[in-house]
């Protein structure tokens, strides 16, 4: 089993900047990729980064240039660096972990609210 806890979300201006962070605890060795996933409102959850335990990183085209994901694996965490934020990146934010035999986990989400 994962466990995975979310903080750092809030509430900023448009053109604002916040850093999500996620921790993981349990079976931590087997975790293989890391990710951030974001809801908006009334809509499905989608895929905003992703990176491996080696450190590769897929990005969705909107958080290209703007987001960064990192991971500490020593620390079992993981990152979003959130710059230039803007309204439609409004939404929770859900930290998402696969580990090696395929099962996934899901943190709580951590609400992010950009005001323009």
């Known amino acids: 089993q994962v466990q995975l806890v979310e903080s750092g979300g809030g509430l900023v201006q448009a053109g604002g900047s916040l850093r999500l962070s996620c921790a993981a605890s349990g079976s931590t060795a087997s975790i293989n990729i890391m990710g951030w996933y974001r809801q908006a409102p009334g809509k499905q959850r989608e895929l905003v980064a992703l990176i491996s335990r080696g450190g590769i990183t897929t990005y969705a085209d909107s958080a290209k240039g703007r987001l960064t994901i990192s991971r500490d694996n020593a620390k079992n965490t993981v990152y979003l660096q959130m710059n230039s934020l803007k309204p439609e990146d409004t939404g929770v934010y859900y930290c998402?972990?696969?580990?090696?035999?395929?099962?996934?986990?899901w943190g709580q989400g951590t609400q992010v609210t950009v005001s323009s």
């Open positions: 998402n972990a696969v580990r090696t035999i395929g099962v996934q986990y």
